[in-house]
């Protein structure tokens, strides 16, 4: 190809309107092929030197107010160039929201491990990741206080049967008519409160992890363990060989990942179109980029005063052993499928910050009127893409749908 195909724009005759046209040819030497340039410049030249039809006044519409540039082709321009033309198709796609959030767990699969009572820990039975089921021994405090709750226990059990007796006897008495009713309602008294020390213990024992029945035999135990109240994995093992804890300090924290669900993020102009049941296409990022797919479970019902967001929790169908809670997710929720005006993707015309089409206004044997509008661009499917034009468009107007940027480039000249 050769380095010019026309003459240089500071050749003296060719200093008017033309010039500009032939520098816009020399550029595009770099990028289309000779014959295809050597054609737009033909349709160039006829449209720059054809008479302009009257302006009319803009239509306005939902996107914006028509723009000023028009352009006129004849039959055999419209040839040269290939332009093709077509009419809005009805596309149904769903909408989709993006979104991102976490793998994430629900509250009761997840536990702290902390203990009733205060001791010294005299045994730890895993570290971090160890898997651990429901009820296994996780560690093991020692605390003399134990023994006297199991001491005053068998106690309180020991002088129940002499209480019951009394209040029995008493009872008997005041029957016949030989005491005062007092003396039977103290001894009832009594024997009742005894009953209720001696249940309460024995729950206290239970809590703690004593037998009661072994408290009440006089066998007294000084270390108490600490199970697992769910199985999973250890998470956080924060405690160490002969440390004093107490209740209020966590001594395990465990995770059962065998329910991950997607905890999502969804702003707040797009919750209106999340509904329980949709279908979520999401990738965890630092795994790749494989795409899995969930379904939204739950919609949150509170707002994020701060980042204007509503919580969205999804299930999720994807082998959870190379997932952890936590993980960074990016997500898109898929809408309802909706039919929506769409035309080719080839008929869109890119510019910086705005896109537009040519819509065909006018035909006439002579030749056809062309107006560059701006577009809202939605959807894309394949080689389709979902606009918003001006609703003043009627049904069947046409659209040019190959060719746009040669008159995109004719236009550009002609300013």
Not at 2 to 26: C, G, I
Not at 354 to 376: C, L, M, N, R, W
Request: proline share 7%; hydrophobic share 40%; aromatic share 8%.
């Amino acid at each position: 190809m050769p380095e010019k195909l026309f003459p240089s724009p500071d050749f003296v005759p060719f200093r008017s309107m033309y010039t500009l046209l032939f520098a816009k040819m020399n550029q595009l030497t770099k990028y289309l092929p000779t014959g295809t340039i050597l054609g737009l410049a033909c349709v160039l030249l006829f449209a720059c030197s054809s008479p302009k039809p009257a302006e009319t006044a803009p239509e306005t519409g939902e996107v914006g107010s028509l723009l000023p540039d028009e352009i006129t082709l004849s039959p055999a321009q419209m040839a040269e160039i290939k332009l093709q033309t077509d009419t809005l198709h009805q596309l149904s796609l769903g909408r989709t929201i993006s979104a991102t959030g976490i793998l994430g767990l629900p509250p009761q699969y997840q536990a702290a491990v902390s203990a009733p009572m205060g001791g010294i820990v005299r045994e730890i039975k895993g570290i971090i990741g160890t898997p651990v089921r429901k009820g296994e021994t996780l560690t093991v405090l020692e605390n003399p206080a134990y023994i006297e709750i199991q001491q005053q226990y068998a106690e309180a059990v020991s002088e129940l049967p002499f209480l019951q007796e009394e209040y029995e006897r008493q009872a008997a008495l005041a029957a016949d008519s030989i005491n005062a009713t007092k003396q039977r309602s103290a001894a009832k008294a009594a024997y009742e409160g005894a009953k209720a020390r001696v249940a309460g213990l024995a729950e206290t024992l239970k809590v703690l992890g004593f037998d009661p029945e072994e408290a009440a035999a006089g066998t007294f135990r000084s270390r108490m363990r600490i199970v697992a109240p769910i199985s999973g994995f250890l998470a956080n093992v924060p405690i160490r060989l002969g440390q004093q804890v107490s209740p209020d300090m966590i001594l395990f924290e465990m995770i059962d990942p065998s329910h991950l669900h997607l905890e999502l993020q969804v702003f707040e102009r797009d919750i209106v179109g999340v509904q329980k049941g949709q279908e979520i296409r999401y990738r965890v990022p630092s795994l790749g980029s494989e795409v899995a797919v969930g379904e939204v479970f739950l919609v949150g019902r509170s707002l994020d005063n701060t980042d204007r967001y509503v919580h969205v929790h999804g299930h999720i169908d994807a082998d959870r052993r190379k997932l952890w809670p936590g993980m960074f997710v990016e997500a898109e929720i898929v809408g309802a499928a909706q039919p929506q005006p769409a035309l080719p993707v080839s008929a869109l015309v890119r510019e910086p910050g705005a896109d537009y089409v040519f819509v065909q206004e006018a035909t006439e044997p002579s030749g056809s009127h062309f107006i560059k509008i701006p577009v809202e661009v939605g959807e894309t499917s394949g080689d389709w893409v979902t606009v918003r034009l001006p609703e003043t468009y009627p049904r069947g107007t046409r659209f040019v749908s190959q060719g746009g940027f040669f008159l995109a480039s004719a236009l550009e000249v002609m300013e």
